[in-house]
């Protein structure tokens, strides 16, 4: 059975720095896209990046994290990470990582995701 489980989140101030990692493990044929996603209170689940599964991949960034975060991944350990610099009150949230991937040799994908991590930025 695949498991994502993200590490990293906490309490910083306001101008901080935290680094998320998530790790994917369990039965992986092949991971296609890993991402990470967040949740405030009272608000929908929004992108925050996300990074395809060649080593030359692009990443895409929500406008709001741009030039603040990186994404990056490690196809051999199956993990994904986000630097975040700068952060924000406003960045405060739980944490989500995703993974689009093949579980088994029939090669469908499925998306899966950890249980979240919480980030709360004081100002």
């Known amino acids: 059975q695949v498991q994502l489980v993200e590490s990293g989140g906490g309490l910083v101030q306001a101008g901080g720095s935290l680094r998320l990692s998530c790790a994917a493990s369990g039965t992986i044929f092949g991971i296609h896209t890993m991402g990470w996603y967040r949740q405030a209170p009272g608000k929908q689940r929004e992108l925050v990046a996300i990074?395809?599964?060649?080593?030359?991949?692009?990443?895409n960034y929500a406008d709001f994290v741009k030039g603040r975060f990186t994404i990056s991944r490690d196809n051999a350990k199956n993990t994904v990470s986000l630097q975040m610099n700068s952060l924000k009150p406003e960045d405060t949230a739980v944490y989500y990582c995703?993974?689009?991937?093949?579980?088994?040799?029939?090669?469908?994908?499925?998306?899966?995701w950890g249980q979240g991590t919480q980030v709360t930025v004081s100002s």
């Open positions: 990074i395809g599964s060649s080593d030359t991949a692009t990443a």
């Open positions: 995703n993974a689009d991937l093949f579980p088994s040799s029939d090669y469908r994908m499925y998306r899966y």
